[in-house]
């Protein structure tokens, strides 16, 4: 699926904290991970995983008390914790632009829906005139299903899927190379999500964009993306191609999250795994693996040391134990086939 | 065919619902009410008719502002009917009281979405639980403190001495979701809505919650009314399903008589929409056209027509009525029968 691999963004130890009344929070914990050009890549997890803070620290959009506290974020070559504000306003929107969950909340509710396009542009490109911005407004509105007379519509006049939609517009506006869509299905309805998801993945191939899509519907992810991210209490313990994810999971977090899911079909899963305990409170993360506490495979090495993100196969990384040997390890170490 | 009507004595029922209708007054000016020509409603329930057998769950699924959470709160008497019989065991709970009414909540019990807004924040848990003892049970008063943790320990609040005096902002989601399970469970109920009791929990924390539904279900001999948009959450509680589309009930039949020979196109594209974890077998089928219309304005004969792909002449001009093409599976649709065989 993804075979000429070509970087896009390379994301090196970030780890962003949040400053609490309670202490600190370390919610992205010294991740690393690639996005290639032209994937959708989902990046799944439970909330307060730190999936979206994630998000929107490829944006350097964490908000105080939040704040990145270290790491990479190399896009194009450059690594953009170096840019000032002038230049990370022009990398916001040009290079990586975001969905979020609630359009309703991103859009402007008394601006019209060609305002907020031309806004967009014109920002970006103050050269470009109003006529120019609204022919290409209407271009590519039209291309999302949305009719042209709707683009004097206002935000409230549209449904929650057209919204989304127009959402998805802006960040294509200016060509971006990468959207990151926090959540963007998840307040839809089902057939509206699934129109949603189809519409995705056509802009990837229609618009050749990267997709990092956030979601905690693994569901959806199996149906939408080509490769899969699985974050547990900060770190991403898993990451591979999407079929070896569904089809063998390595760590055992993502084999119970996969066997915790419903699944529709009457012949599949007829019981659901039950996964003790709940995710941590990350002020006070758990020594050594946060997920020890929850795993049925813990040995004791599990809660002294925290295991590295392994590439146990190519393209296939995994942050777990039982697929890393050390001294102090007795159980032998799992090799994987690839 | 189960028309209803046939059932009214039927022991078998605990809940029999008929033509059930609750309309809300569009909210206009003054100015407007004057001169407009009639009063505009929102139809969010029209005329749905079900029953609810003894230690069943029956589910309502359907998406937003299709009436489903209205339906179940018309049912237990949270809000007022416009229209409709609701008949609780064998009782027409329209010929009571408001005195006798209160009595039965008792029997009636409500989970609702989000455990957080449920519950009193400076109420501690074991008082929170223990109000409905208070209300319902007020002879067994010295009783009531054991009453509570016996039921805290049922749902996993364990040990139950120790959560009883914490607050809602000092336990999990999780957690609070069981709080008000135990709540809604303490006064005994016969019915219980459970309106998305698990939607807002995390995705490792909702296989809990589900099994210890059924778990109390069994123990306590209820019947649930399930509420849900989640058909895949649906298949693993209940026995009987209801499809809604904009306040009326589209299919109705056993769930996995529902799921394996949905008959309603609309039923069809619901369940093709929800996405299986599998990339293996990805959907192909293209999704209806537009979404779900505005209640206040429905569309005319066949609510769905505008966006059914096997939509005719018909469709816009008759509205179809539940009927039963396979044994005790009802839909309302002209043109069902072509998806007998598929």
């Given at each position: 699926m993804t075979t000429n691999k070509e970087i896009l963004m390379e994301i090196r130890d970030l780890s962003v904290e949040y400053t609490t009344r309670l202490g600190q929070v370390s919610a992205v914990d010294k991740i690393s991970f690639d996005i290639y050009k032209g994937e959708i890549l989902g990046l799944v997890g439970e909330s307060g995983c730190g999936k979206s803070t994630m998000g929107k620290a490829l944006m350097r959009m964490i908000q105080p008390p939040g704040k990145i506290t270290g790491g990479q974020i190399i896009f194009d070559g450059e690594d953009i914790m170096t840019y000032d504000d002038d230049q990370m306003r022009d990398f916001r929107g040009r290079r990586v632009s975001m969905i979020f969950q609630d359009p309703m909340t991103s859009l402007n509710p008394v601006q019209r829906v060609d305002e907020h396009v031309i806004e967009a542009i014109q920002v970006h490109e103050p050269e470009t005139k109003t006529e120019t911005a609204l022919k290409r407004a209407e271009k590519l509105i039209q291309k999302l299903g949305i009719r042209k007379n709707r683009m004097n519509s206002y935000p409230h006049q549209l449904s929650g899927g057209m919204r989304q939609r127009v959402m998805v517009g802006l960040g294509l506006v200016l060509n971006a190379d990468l959207i990151v869509a926090d959540e963007a299905t998840t307040s839809l309805d089902v057939i509206v999500e699934a129109k949603l998801a189809d519409q995705l993945r056509q802009i990837r191939e229609d618009f050749d964009v990267s997709l990092l899509v956030i979601t905690h519907n693994i569901a959806l992810v199996a149906e939408l993306s080509d490769r899969v991210a699985v974050m547990y209490a900060g770190h991403v313990v898993e990451i591979a191609d999407v079929e070896p994810i569904f089809d063998n999971p390595l760590h055992p977090y993502t084999k119970g999250l996969l066997d915790s899911i419903p699944n529709i079909k009457l012949d599949e899963k007829e019981v659901l795994y039950k996964m003790p305990g709940e995710p941590p409170n990350l002020t006070h993360p758990p020594s050594g693996c946060r997920?020890?506490?929850?795993?049925?495979?813990?040995?004791?090495?599990?809660?002294?040391?925290?295991?590295?993100?392994?590439?146990?196969?190519?393209?296939?990384?995994?942050?777990?134990w039982l697929y890393i040997d050390h001294p102090e390890k007795e159980q032998a170490t799992i090799e994987v086939q690839a | 065919m189960t028309i209803p009507s046939e059932n009214q004595n039927n022991e078998d029922y605990l809940v029999q619902v008929t033509n059930l209708k609750k309309w809300f007054p569009v909210q206009t000016s003054f100015i407007d009410q004057l001169f407009a020509e009639e009063r505009e409603f929102v139809r969010a329930v029209d005329g749905v008719t079900f029953n609810i057998k003894r230690g069943e769950v029956l589910g309502l699924a359907g998406e937003s502002g299709s009436g489903k959470t209205t339906i179940g709160r018309v049912t237990i008497g949270l809000d007022e009917k416009t229209d409709g019989e609701v008949i609780f065991d064998g009782i027409n709970l329209s010929t009571l009281s408001q005195e006798q009414l209160r009595k039965m909540r008792r029997r009636m019990q409500v989970i609702f979405q989000d455990p957080l807004a449920s519950l009193n924040p400076r109420m501690s848990l074991g008082d929170a639980i223990k109000q409905g003892l208070e209300i319902h049970y007020p002879e067994t008063k010295d009783q009531h403190r054991d009453i509570v943790l016996e039921m805290m320990e049922e749902v996993g609040l364990s040990p139950a001495k120790f959560f009883y005096n914490k607050f809602p902002h000092q336990i999990s989601g999780g957690q609070r979701q069981r709080v008000v399970i135990a709540r809604a469970l303490v006064t005994k109920p016969d019915l219980v809505l459970a309106d998305e009791p698990i939607a807002m929990a995390d995705v490792s924390v909702r296989a809990l919650l589900l099994d210890l539904m059924v778990k109390l279900k069994n123990d306590y001999n209820l019947t649930y009314l399930f509420i849900t948009h989640d058909l895949a959450t649906a298949k693993y509680i209940c026995d009987r399903i209801a499809i809604l589309y904009l306040g009326k009930i589209v299919e109705i039949s056993d769930l996995r008589e529902v799921y394996a020979h949905p008959l309603h196109p609309y039923t069809i594209a619901l369940l093709a929409a929800v996405p299986v974890p599998n990339p293996h077998e990805r959907?192909?089928?293209?999704?209806?056209?537009g979404e779900?219309?505005?209640?206040?304005?429905?569309?005319?004969?066949?609510?769905?027509?505008?966006?059914?792909?096997?939509?005719?002449?018909v469709c816009s001009e008759k509205e179809p009525e539940l009927r039963e093409l396979r044994p005790d599976h009802l839909v309302a649709c002209h043109f069902a029968e072509q998806f007998l065989d598929s």
């Open positions: 997920f020890h506490p929850r795993c049925p495979f813990a040995m004791p090495i599990c809660s002294k040391y925290e295991p590295d993100f392994k590439e146990v196969t190519p393209g296939r990384q995994v942050k777990c | 959907r192909e089928e293209p999704m209806p056209k779900i219309p505005n209640p206040i304005h429905p569309p005319s004969g066949c609510r769905f027509h505008p966006r059914c792909p096997y939509a005719q002449a």
